[in-house]
């Protein structure tokens, strides 16, 4: 079947431009390979999207599928490895190939790794990316999170309500993040804050039990006896895969502008994945309604 249009991501943007492209009449079909809702159906708590004062994460992206399904777009679980441009667009994923008229790209970030020795080995064994999915195995353990942003901080205020003690590793000794969630992490009276520090190195067996932290300015080093690490510390584009087909800048964000219009004709870039100023629910939102309305229009 030649759908009309493909998107690849079921995240805000994606969800988004389902929304507005099935409202066209179009034929929708849309690739989720692991969340839908995408980053934000983690987060405890959404608080800044127009019109809806407080929403969990979690329905917030409940009710994006709800409203895209209802619609017509058709949702597919499976991840996209490689996509071919031609007279129309080729998408091969873990179950087939299938074609379309015109896709939309919203893959939106992962999460950046901190790139030091022993991270790896640890992975899955005490470092974790995710408080949500992995906080539970370490309910009355200590606990360190390492970053400076709002993830970061959220990190760490939802583990001080499941650990014993969160350590919370900055480089710098002032944090991104809002200053409202800055100072509600400083009310905890379980959690210790670690700044102008980096991770040194990773001890443990076969599990983690400790890191190495050392003060940036004094050189001093600490070890932190630890059941788990949690870094938080930013994210970068998830696009890989089609670099040989649209043009990248060189952190990985595609080439796109407000109009989402990337290199290759037909084929557009919605949501966090694109190079842009400000990555939020609504700059998301407001990519995936331009790329499908854009996308509609001449098919
Ligand atoms: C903890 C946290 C809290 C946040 N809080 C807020 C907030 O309060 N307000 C706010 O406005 N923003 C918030 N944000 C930012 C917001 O979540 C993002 O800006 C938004 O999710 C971007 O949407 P997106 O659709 O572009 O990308 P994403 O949400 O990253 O969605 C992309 C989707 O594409 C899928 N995907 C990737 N590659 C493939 C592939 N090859 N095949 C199939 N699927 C694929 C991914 O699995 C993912 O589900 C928060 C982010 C985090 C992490």
Same mark, same amino acid.
């Given at each position: 079947?030649?759908?009309?249009? =493909?998107?690849?991501?079921?995240?805000?943007?994606?969800? &988004?431009?389902?929304?507005?492209?099935?409202?066209?009449?179009?034929?929708?079909?849309?690739?989720?390979?692991?969340?839908?809702?995408?980053?934000?159906? &983690?987060?405890?708590?959404?608080?800044?999207?127009?019109?809806?004062?407080?929403?969990?994460?979690?329905?917030?992206?409940?009710?994006?599928?709800?409203?895209?399904?209802?619609?017509?777009?058709?949702? =597919?679980?499976?991840?996209?490895?490689?996509?071919?441009?031609?007279?129309?667009?080729?998408?091969?994923?873990? %179950?087939?190939?299938?074609?379309?008229?015109?896709?939309?790209?919203?893959?939106?970030?992962?999460?950046?790794?901190?790139?030091?020795?022993?991270?790896?080995?640890?992975?899955?064994?005490?470092?974790?990316? +995710?408080?949500?999915?992995?906080?539970?195995?370490?309910?009355?353990?200590?606990?360190?999170?390492?970053?400076?942003?709002?993830?970061?901080?959220?990190?760490?205020?939802?583990?001080?309500?499941?650990?014993?003690?969160?350590?919370?590793?900055?480089?710098?000794?002032?944090? @991104?993040?809002?200053?409202? @969630?800055?100072?509600?992490?400083?009310?905890?009276?379980?959690?210790?804050?670690?700044?102008?520090?980096?991770?040194?190195?990773?001890? %443990?067996?076969?599990?983690?039990?400790?890191?190495?932290?050392?003060?940036?300015?004094?050189?001093?080093?600490?070890?932190?006896?630890?059941?788990?690490?949690?870094?938080?510390? %930013?994210?970068?584009?998830?696009?890989?895969?089609?670099?040989?087909? =649209?043009?990248?800048?060189?952190?990985?964000?595609?080439?796109?502008?407000?109009?989402?219009? &990337?290199?290759?004709?037909?084929?557009?870039?919605?949501?966090? +994945?694109?190079?842009?100023?400000?990555?939020?629910?609504?700059?998301?939102?407001?990519?995936?309604?331009?790329?499908?309305?854009?996308?509609?229009?001449?098919?």
């Amino acid at each position: 079947m030649l759908y009309d249009i =493909i998107i690849i991501g079921g995240g805000c943007a994606g969800l &988004t431009a389902a929304i507005y492209a099935a409202r066209a009449g179009k034929e929708v079909l849309v690739f989720e390979s692991d969340a839908v809702g995408g980053q934000i159906s &983690t987060s405890p708590k959404v608080e800044n999207f127009p019109s809806i004062k407080q929403i969990s994460g979690a329905e917030f992206s409940d009710n994006l599928l709800a409203q895209a399904t209802s619609f017509g777009a058709k949702l =597919i679980a499976e991840k996209v490895a490689e996509i071919k441009d031609g007279e129309t667009k080729t998408v091969i994923t873990s %179950g087939g190939e299938y074609e379309c008229k015109r896709l939309i790209i919203a893959t939106g970030v992962k999460h950046r790794k901190l790139g030091a020795d022993g991270e790896e080995d640890y992975e899955g064994k005490g470092v974790s990316y +995710c408080a949500v999915c992995d906080g539970m195995f370490f309910r009355d353990a200590d606990v360190a999170v390492i970053g400076g942003g709002d993830s970061a901080v959220i990190t760490s205020l939802y583990l001080s309500n499941i650990c014993k003690k969160v350590y919370h590793i900055h480089r710098r000794d002032e944090f @991104r993040a809002e200053s409202y @969630r800055v100072n509600e992490l400083k009310t905890k009276s379980n959690v210790e804050l670690v700044l102008s520090s980096n991770i040194s190195s990773f001890e %443990g067996d076969d599990f983690l039990q400790a890191v190495i932290v050392e003060n940036v300015n004094t050189k001093e080093q600490r070890k932190l006896e630890i059941d788990g690490l949690f870094i938080s510390i %930013g994210y970068s584009p998830d696009s890989e895969i089609f670099k040989d087909v =649209i043009a990248l800048d060189n952190e990985g964000y595609i080439i796109a502008g407000e109009d989402c219009k &990337t290199s290759a004709d037909g084929i557009y870039a919605a949501g966090d +994945c694109r190079t842009k100023s400000l990555r939020q629910l609504t700059t998301a939102a407001a990519d995936g309604s331009v790329a499908a309305v854009s996308a509609s229009a001449d098919i």
